[in-house]
């Protein structure tokens, strides 16, 4: 018996899997060939875990404007965890990215419908970024859902609407909603909505109760820690929520900017409805001097 141990041989590579399957089916390659296949179905593979991480995990996002200042400054871009608030629910106090509904517009009024008989128009705006003193039941609609539960909630009554009409401006319309009306389409409404994402701060969730009071913002009567140094704008043009105590519905959240003077959000047009959550903000990838995690993730500030 030789005192030397015997050298393992070495596994032998397996070829990519496009290639064994080809053999099986009786096909040739030269080895360069397989080569070049071999990079192939790397390059498909990674391109799929990208598609994957980004459908499921996470969203690359780039903000325009300034109302996150100073925490996130316009042209900032950086990725969203997506996945995170499908497990726990968001906390106050940090960042949050959802769908916020910037036009609700009327296309078609069907023939003899409630919202005919009301005398909706085409071209009617029941929802403009520009205008948070229109909507349905003398409040701005920042979501169809809230549009939807609005008309759910009155069947059998009149909901009065104020849409923002073309060279006329602000116009009343009462509907008479029909039992069993879950949604605008019942009333007749066909609509074009334009959604944007969003990104604002936690203030309080549902059965909470918020309220700016010397510019500080206060939930269920406590300064809330994480903007305990912002000043909070009060006095705007449409400002109506926050304003006094605001209890903020079962399943909707109140946010607002980083800004505190120039933001739109929760004063103006109230809640986001959970549905609408995206994720958070997690990683800065622009620009470079700021690259990093953030908001709390990995032991960054909020």
Request: aromatic share 12%; hydrophobic share 40%; proline share 9%.
């Amino acid at each position: 018996m030789s005192p030397w141990p015997r050298r393992r041989r070495r596994k032998e590579k397996k070829p990519p899997w496009i290639i064994r399957l080809l053999r099986r089916r009786g096909v040739r390659f030269s080895p360069r060939a397989e080569y070049w296949l071999g990079w192939a179905e790397t390059i498909v593979e990674v391109g799929l875990i990208f598609w994957l991480t980004i459908t499921f995990v996470t969203v690359r996002m780039t903000v325009p404007t300034g109302s996150m200042n100073p925490t996130i400054a316009p042209g900032d871009s950086f990725f969203v965890d997506i996945l995170t608030y499908h497990f726990r629910k968001p906390t106050p106090g940090r960042v949050i990215v959802f769908w916020q509904l910037e036009e609700l517009r009327v296309t078609e009024v069907v023939a003899g419908s409630p919202a005919a008989q009301a005398g909706f128009q085409p071209g009617d705006w029941i929802t403009h970024v520009q205008y948070p003193t229109i909507g349905i039941g003398g409040e701005p609609v920042p979501s169809v859902r809230t549009a939807n539960r609005k008309v759910e909630a009155a069947q059998g009554q009149v909901l009065p609407f104020v849409v923002l009409r073309e060279a006329v401006g602000h116009q009343a319309v009462a509907v008479n909603v029909p039992p069993g009306a879950r949604d605008l389409g019942a009333l007749g409404i066909k609509y074009r909505a334009r959604q944007e994402r969003y990104v604002k701060r936690l203030i309080a969730v549902g059965g909470q109760t918020v309220q700016i009071v010397g510019g500080k913002a206060l939930v269920d009567g406590v300064p809330l820690e994480a903007v305990a140094d912002r000043t909070y704008w009060t006095q705007g043009m449409g400002m109506q929520y926050g304003v006094a105590p605001t209890p903020v519905p079962r399943g909707h959240y109140f946010v607002l900017g980083d800004n505190t003077m120039n933001s739109y959000d929760s004063r103006y047009w109230g809640f986001v409805p959970e549905e609408e959550l995206i994720g958070a903000p997690f990683f800065r990838v622009w620009p470079l001097p700021r690259f990093g995690p953030m908001n709390g993730y990995w032991w960054s500030s909020l």
